[in-house]
């Protein structure tokens, strides 16, 4: 299998062609987080997740909120599934943790903004 990437890990953006025989090979990064980009996208694919969870009582009825590491791709559906059904109380600071341990990933959901109580 012969897959093309571009690299995200840095600006540069480099256009990876990784080979999957067996083994993997890479081609066309200029560093090694390229190299290992690649391996880890065509082997388990990780994503930061940003998203919005409901407040009760707050000046807003959503705050924004992000994993604080990757997460495995194929688990997105289900932790916005779960996410989708929570309901936090106000007020929600920046950088609260909103959920330890999000499924068991190891990532922890982060709110990005502060949400005041309602008067």
Do not use: W
Request: charge should be positive; hydrophobic fraction near 40%.
């Amino acid at each position: 299998m012969i897959k093309k990437l571009t690299c995200i890990s840095c600006p540069i953006g480099c256009e990876l062609t990784v080979f999957v025989n067996g083994e993997i090979k890479v081609e066309g990064n200029r560093c090694p987080r390229g190299l290992e980009y690649a391996k880890n996208e065509v082997t388990n694919p990780k994503r930061i997740l940003t998203i919005s969870v409901k407040v009760e009582d707050g000046v807003m009825e959503l705050v924004s909120a992000k994993t604080d590491k990757p997460i495995p791709k194929k688990m997105l559906h289900e932790i916005i599934e779960y996410i989708k059904g929570l309901k936090i109380k106000a007020p929600v600071k920046r950088g609260d943790i909103i959920i330890n341990d999000i499924l068991s990933t190891g990532a922890n959901l982060v709110a990005t903004r502060t949400v005041l109580k309602k008067d």
